[in-house]
């Protein structure tokens, strides 16, 4: 089997998913160790199923512990000796001292526990808004990661059911000059042409990629690419049944009438 046939045959998001057994798992690193494409392909596929990963890490709340006792500070009982200069004894003559004494404690510890429990009654109080506020927000957030990975499960579907159709021709499109790490494929059908660009470096914020068709030996601009489209995407664009050659340059957002020589990043003849 070809490379490009083995990176088209979907084993290496079976592999990055960890479906495959041990045995298939150890050939495939073998192959990556000697085919630097089909490494750069685990990359690109993991790097996607990594950022749907991040998206799903939560932060621990605030220490209750430290909630706790700042609450209960604010709030400090009154001090014993000032609660028993309040209490005024009518008849002591009659009660004795030590009772007196039992009886103050036990009003000052009162008021203690009073404030106290309203204390923590407060914190308590004040957790559960938080609480709520927060189940609410990763509620929001689960809802919103659940939408993402239905979406990237539609989006590798969609790739895998257009990279491995018999109906589409691929075409490969091989770095030029200073980029010859880059390339890129062209699925070709009937109708429409969809593209990869398989491993292009990120466009600056005012680049994009713009699709050309060579005809009669000229470049015709057939399209430009989404900034935000990722390397394991495809780009839909409309088919010329009469080009000979595909090429990708990068260009100023909107694109121009011809490419720029030295922005041509890959290209490919139709075979």
């Given at each position: 089997m070809?490379?490009?046939?083995?990176?088209?045959?979907?084993?290496?998001?079976e592999?990055?998913?960890g479906?495959?057994?041990?045995?298939?798992?150890?050939?495939i690193?073998?192959?990556?160790?000697?085919y630097p494409?089909?490494?750069?392909?685990i990359d690109?596929?993991?790097?996607?199923?990594?950022?749907?990963?991040?998206?799903?890490?939560?932060?621990?709340?605030?220490n209750?512990?430290?909630?706790?006792l700042s609450?209960?500070?604010?709030?400090?009982a009154?001090?014993?000796?000032?609660?028993?200069?309040?209490?005024?004894?009518?008849i002591?003559k009659?009660?004795?001292?030590?009772?007196?004494?039992?009886?103050?404690?036990?009003?000052?510890?009162?008021?203690t526990?009073?404030?106290?429990t309203?204390?923590?009654?407060?914190?308590?109080?004040?957790?559960?808004?938080?609480?709520k506020?927060?189940?609410?927000?990763l509620?929001?957030?689960?809802?919103?990661?659940?939408?993402?990975?239905?979406?990237?499960?539609?989006?590798?579907?969609?790739?895998s059911?257009?990279?491995?159709?018999k109906?589409?021709?691929?075409i490969?499109l091989?770095?030029?000059?200073e980029?010859?790490d880059s390339?890129?494929?062209v699925?070709?059908?009937?109708?429409s042409?969809?593209?990869s660009?398989?491993n292009?470096?990120?466009?600056?914020?005012?680049?994009?990629?713009?699709?050309?068709?060579?005809?009669?030996g000229?470049?015709?601009?057939?399209?430009?690419?989404?900034?935000s489209v990722?390397?394991?995407?495809?780009?839909e664009?409309?088919?010329?049944?009469?080009?000979?050659?595909?090429?990708?340059?990068?260009?100023?957002?909107g694109?121009k009438a011809?490419?720029?020589?030295?922005q041509?990043h890959?290209?490919?003849?139709?075979i």
């Amino acid at each position: 089997m070809k490379i490009k046939d083995y990176i088209e045959s979907g084993i290496l998001e079976e592999f990055c998913m960890g479906v495959l057994d041990e045995k298939s798992e150890q050939k495939i690193i073998l192959l990556a160790q000697k085919y630097p494409i089909i490494q750069r392909e685990i990359d690109s596929i993991q790097e996607t199923l990594y950022q749907f990963d991040k998206r799903n890490a939560i932060q621990p709340s605030i220490n209750i512990k430290e909630n706790l006792l700042s609450k209960i500070t604010e709030k400090k009982a009154t001090p014993v000796a000032e609660l028993t200069k309040e209490i005024k004894p009518n008849i002591e003559k009659q009660v004795p001292l030590r009772k007196i004494k039992v009886l103050r404690y036990i009003a000052a510890a009162a008021i203690t526990a009073f404030l106290f429990t309203a204390a923590l009654s407060i914190y308590i109080n004040n957790q559960l808004v938080e609480l709520k506020a927060e189940n609410a927000s990763l509620k929001a957030d689960l809802t919103e990661s659940n939408e993402l990975f239905a979406s990237l499960q539609t989006k590798y579907l969609d790739y895998s059911n257009i990279t491995q159709a018999k109906d589409y021709k691929q075409i490969s499109l091989e770095g030029l000059g200073e980029h010859t790490d880059s390339f890129a494929y062209v699925f070709r059908g009937k109708e429409s042409i969809y593209v990869s660009i398989a491993n292009l470096p990120k466009p600056a914020p005012n680049k994009q990629y713009q699709f050309w068709a060579i005809i009669d030996g000229a470049p015709v601009s057939i399209g430009l690419i989404d900034p935000s489209v990722k390397s394991n995407e495809l780009s839909e664009l409309n088919n010329v049944p009469n080009a000979t050659a595909f090429a990708i340059s990068l260009e100023d957002i909107g694109g121009k009438a011809s490419p720029t020589s030295d922005q041509i990043h890959v290209f490919g003849n139709v075979i």
